[in-house]
T-cell receptor
Framework: AQSVTQPDIHITVSEGASLELRCNYSYGATPYLFWYVQSPGQGLQLLLKYFSGDTLVQGIKGFEAEFKRSQSSFNLRKPSVHWSDAAEYFCAARSSGGGADGLTFGKGTHLIIQP | EAGVAQSPRYKIIEKRQSVAFWCNPISGHATLYWYQQILGQGPKLLIQFQNNGVVDDSQLPKDRFSAERLKGVDSTLKIQPAKLEDSAVYLC????????????FGEGSRLTVL
């Protein structure tokens, strides 16, 4: 079955430190991959996406993600976090083979920023 | 540009009662989705509409859940009768170009079933 796994339920990072959130996928063929952020009281917002091509993709708010086919991973990174980055982060995927477009989400990683 | 509107924001009901949630997508977005997000989990797709037609409802528990989008604009999700395990946030999302993967989400409707 197709699935997206985020191994870390919670991550605590000091403000100004670097961040990496892990995501692994299990699909028959390489899916399209996404990272969304859910801030308190707000709807989910797309940070970045990967369809094909350059395996390092840039997103909004200074985030980037790297696709590694050999590891079936799509990890999210940021070189220096800000207190406003505290939120829930979701990795998502959908089949690249056409058909319905609904996304499959991981369970999310809750990011806590320490002052 | 107005975002995706959902109502009510909060609803508390007892099991076996019914409830309905309303969603108004971003103007011009032909694709509309309903997701269920149980506490501690990621959103799970319930149903996807393209205009007023259903594209995917494979994960919708059709014995108790129903959804419609009669005029291809706003949509209603209904649960009847509700069960305890239906307690969740119901998210509506819309998309201008579904192939882009960019969905615009509303703030959600939080349902508590007692």
């Amino acid at each position: 079955a197709q699935s997206v796994t985020q191994p870390d339920i919670h991550i605590t990072v000091s403000e100004g430190a670097s961040l990496e959130l892990r995501c692994n996928y299990s699909y028959g063929a390489t899916p399209y991959l996404f990272w969304y952020v859910q801030s308190p009281g707000q709807g989910l917002q797309l940070l970045l996406k990967y369809f094909s091509g350059d395996t390092l993709v840039q997103g909004i708010k200074g985030f980037e993600a790297e696709f590694k086919r050999s590891q079936s991973s799509f990890n999210l990174r940021k070189p220096s976090v800000h207190w406003s980055d505290a939120a829930e982060y979701f990795c998502a995927a959908r089949s690249s083979g056409g058909g319905a477009d609904g996304l499959t989400f991981g369970k999310g990683t809750h990011l806590i920023i320490q002052p | 540009e107005a975002g995706v509107a959902q109502s009510p924001r909060y609803k508390i009901i007892e099991k076996r009662q019914s409830v309905a949630f309303w969603c108004n997508p971003i103007s011009g977005h032909a694709t509309l989705y309903w997701y269920q997000q149980i506490l501690g989990q990621g959103p799970k797709l319930l149903i996807q509409f393209q205009n007023n037609g259903v594209v995917d409802d494979s994960q919708l528990p059709k014995d108790r859940f129903s959804a419609e989008r009669l005029k291809g604009v706003d949509s209603t999700l209904k649960i009847q009768p509700a069960k305890l395990e239906d307690s969740a946030v119901y998210l509506c999302a819309s998309s201008l170009e579904p192939s882009s993967g960019e969905l615009f989400f509303g703030e959600g409707s939080r349902l508590t079933v007692l």
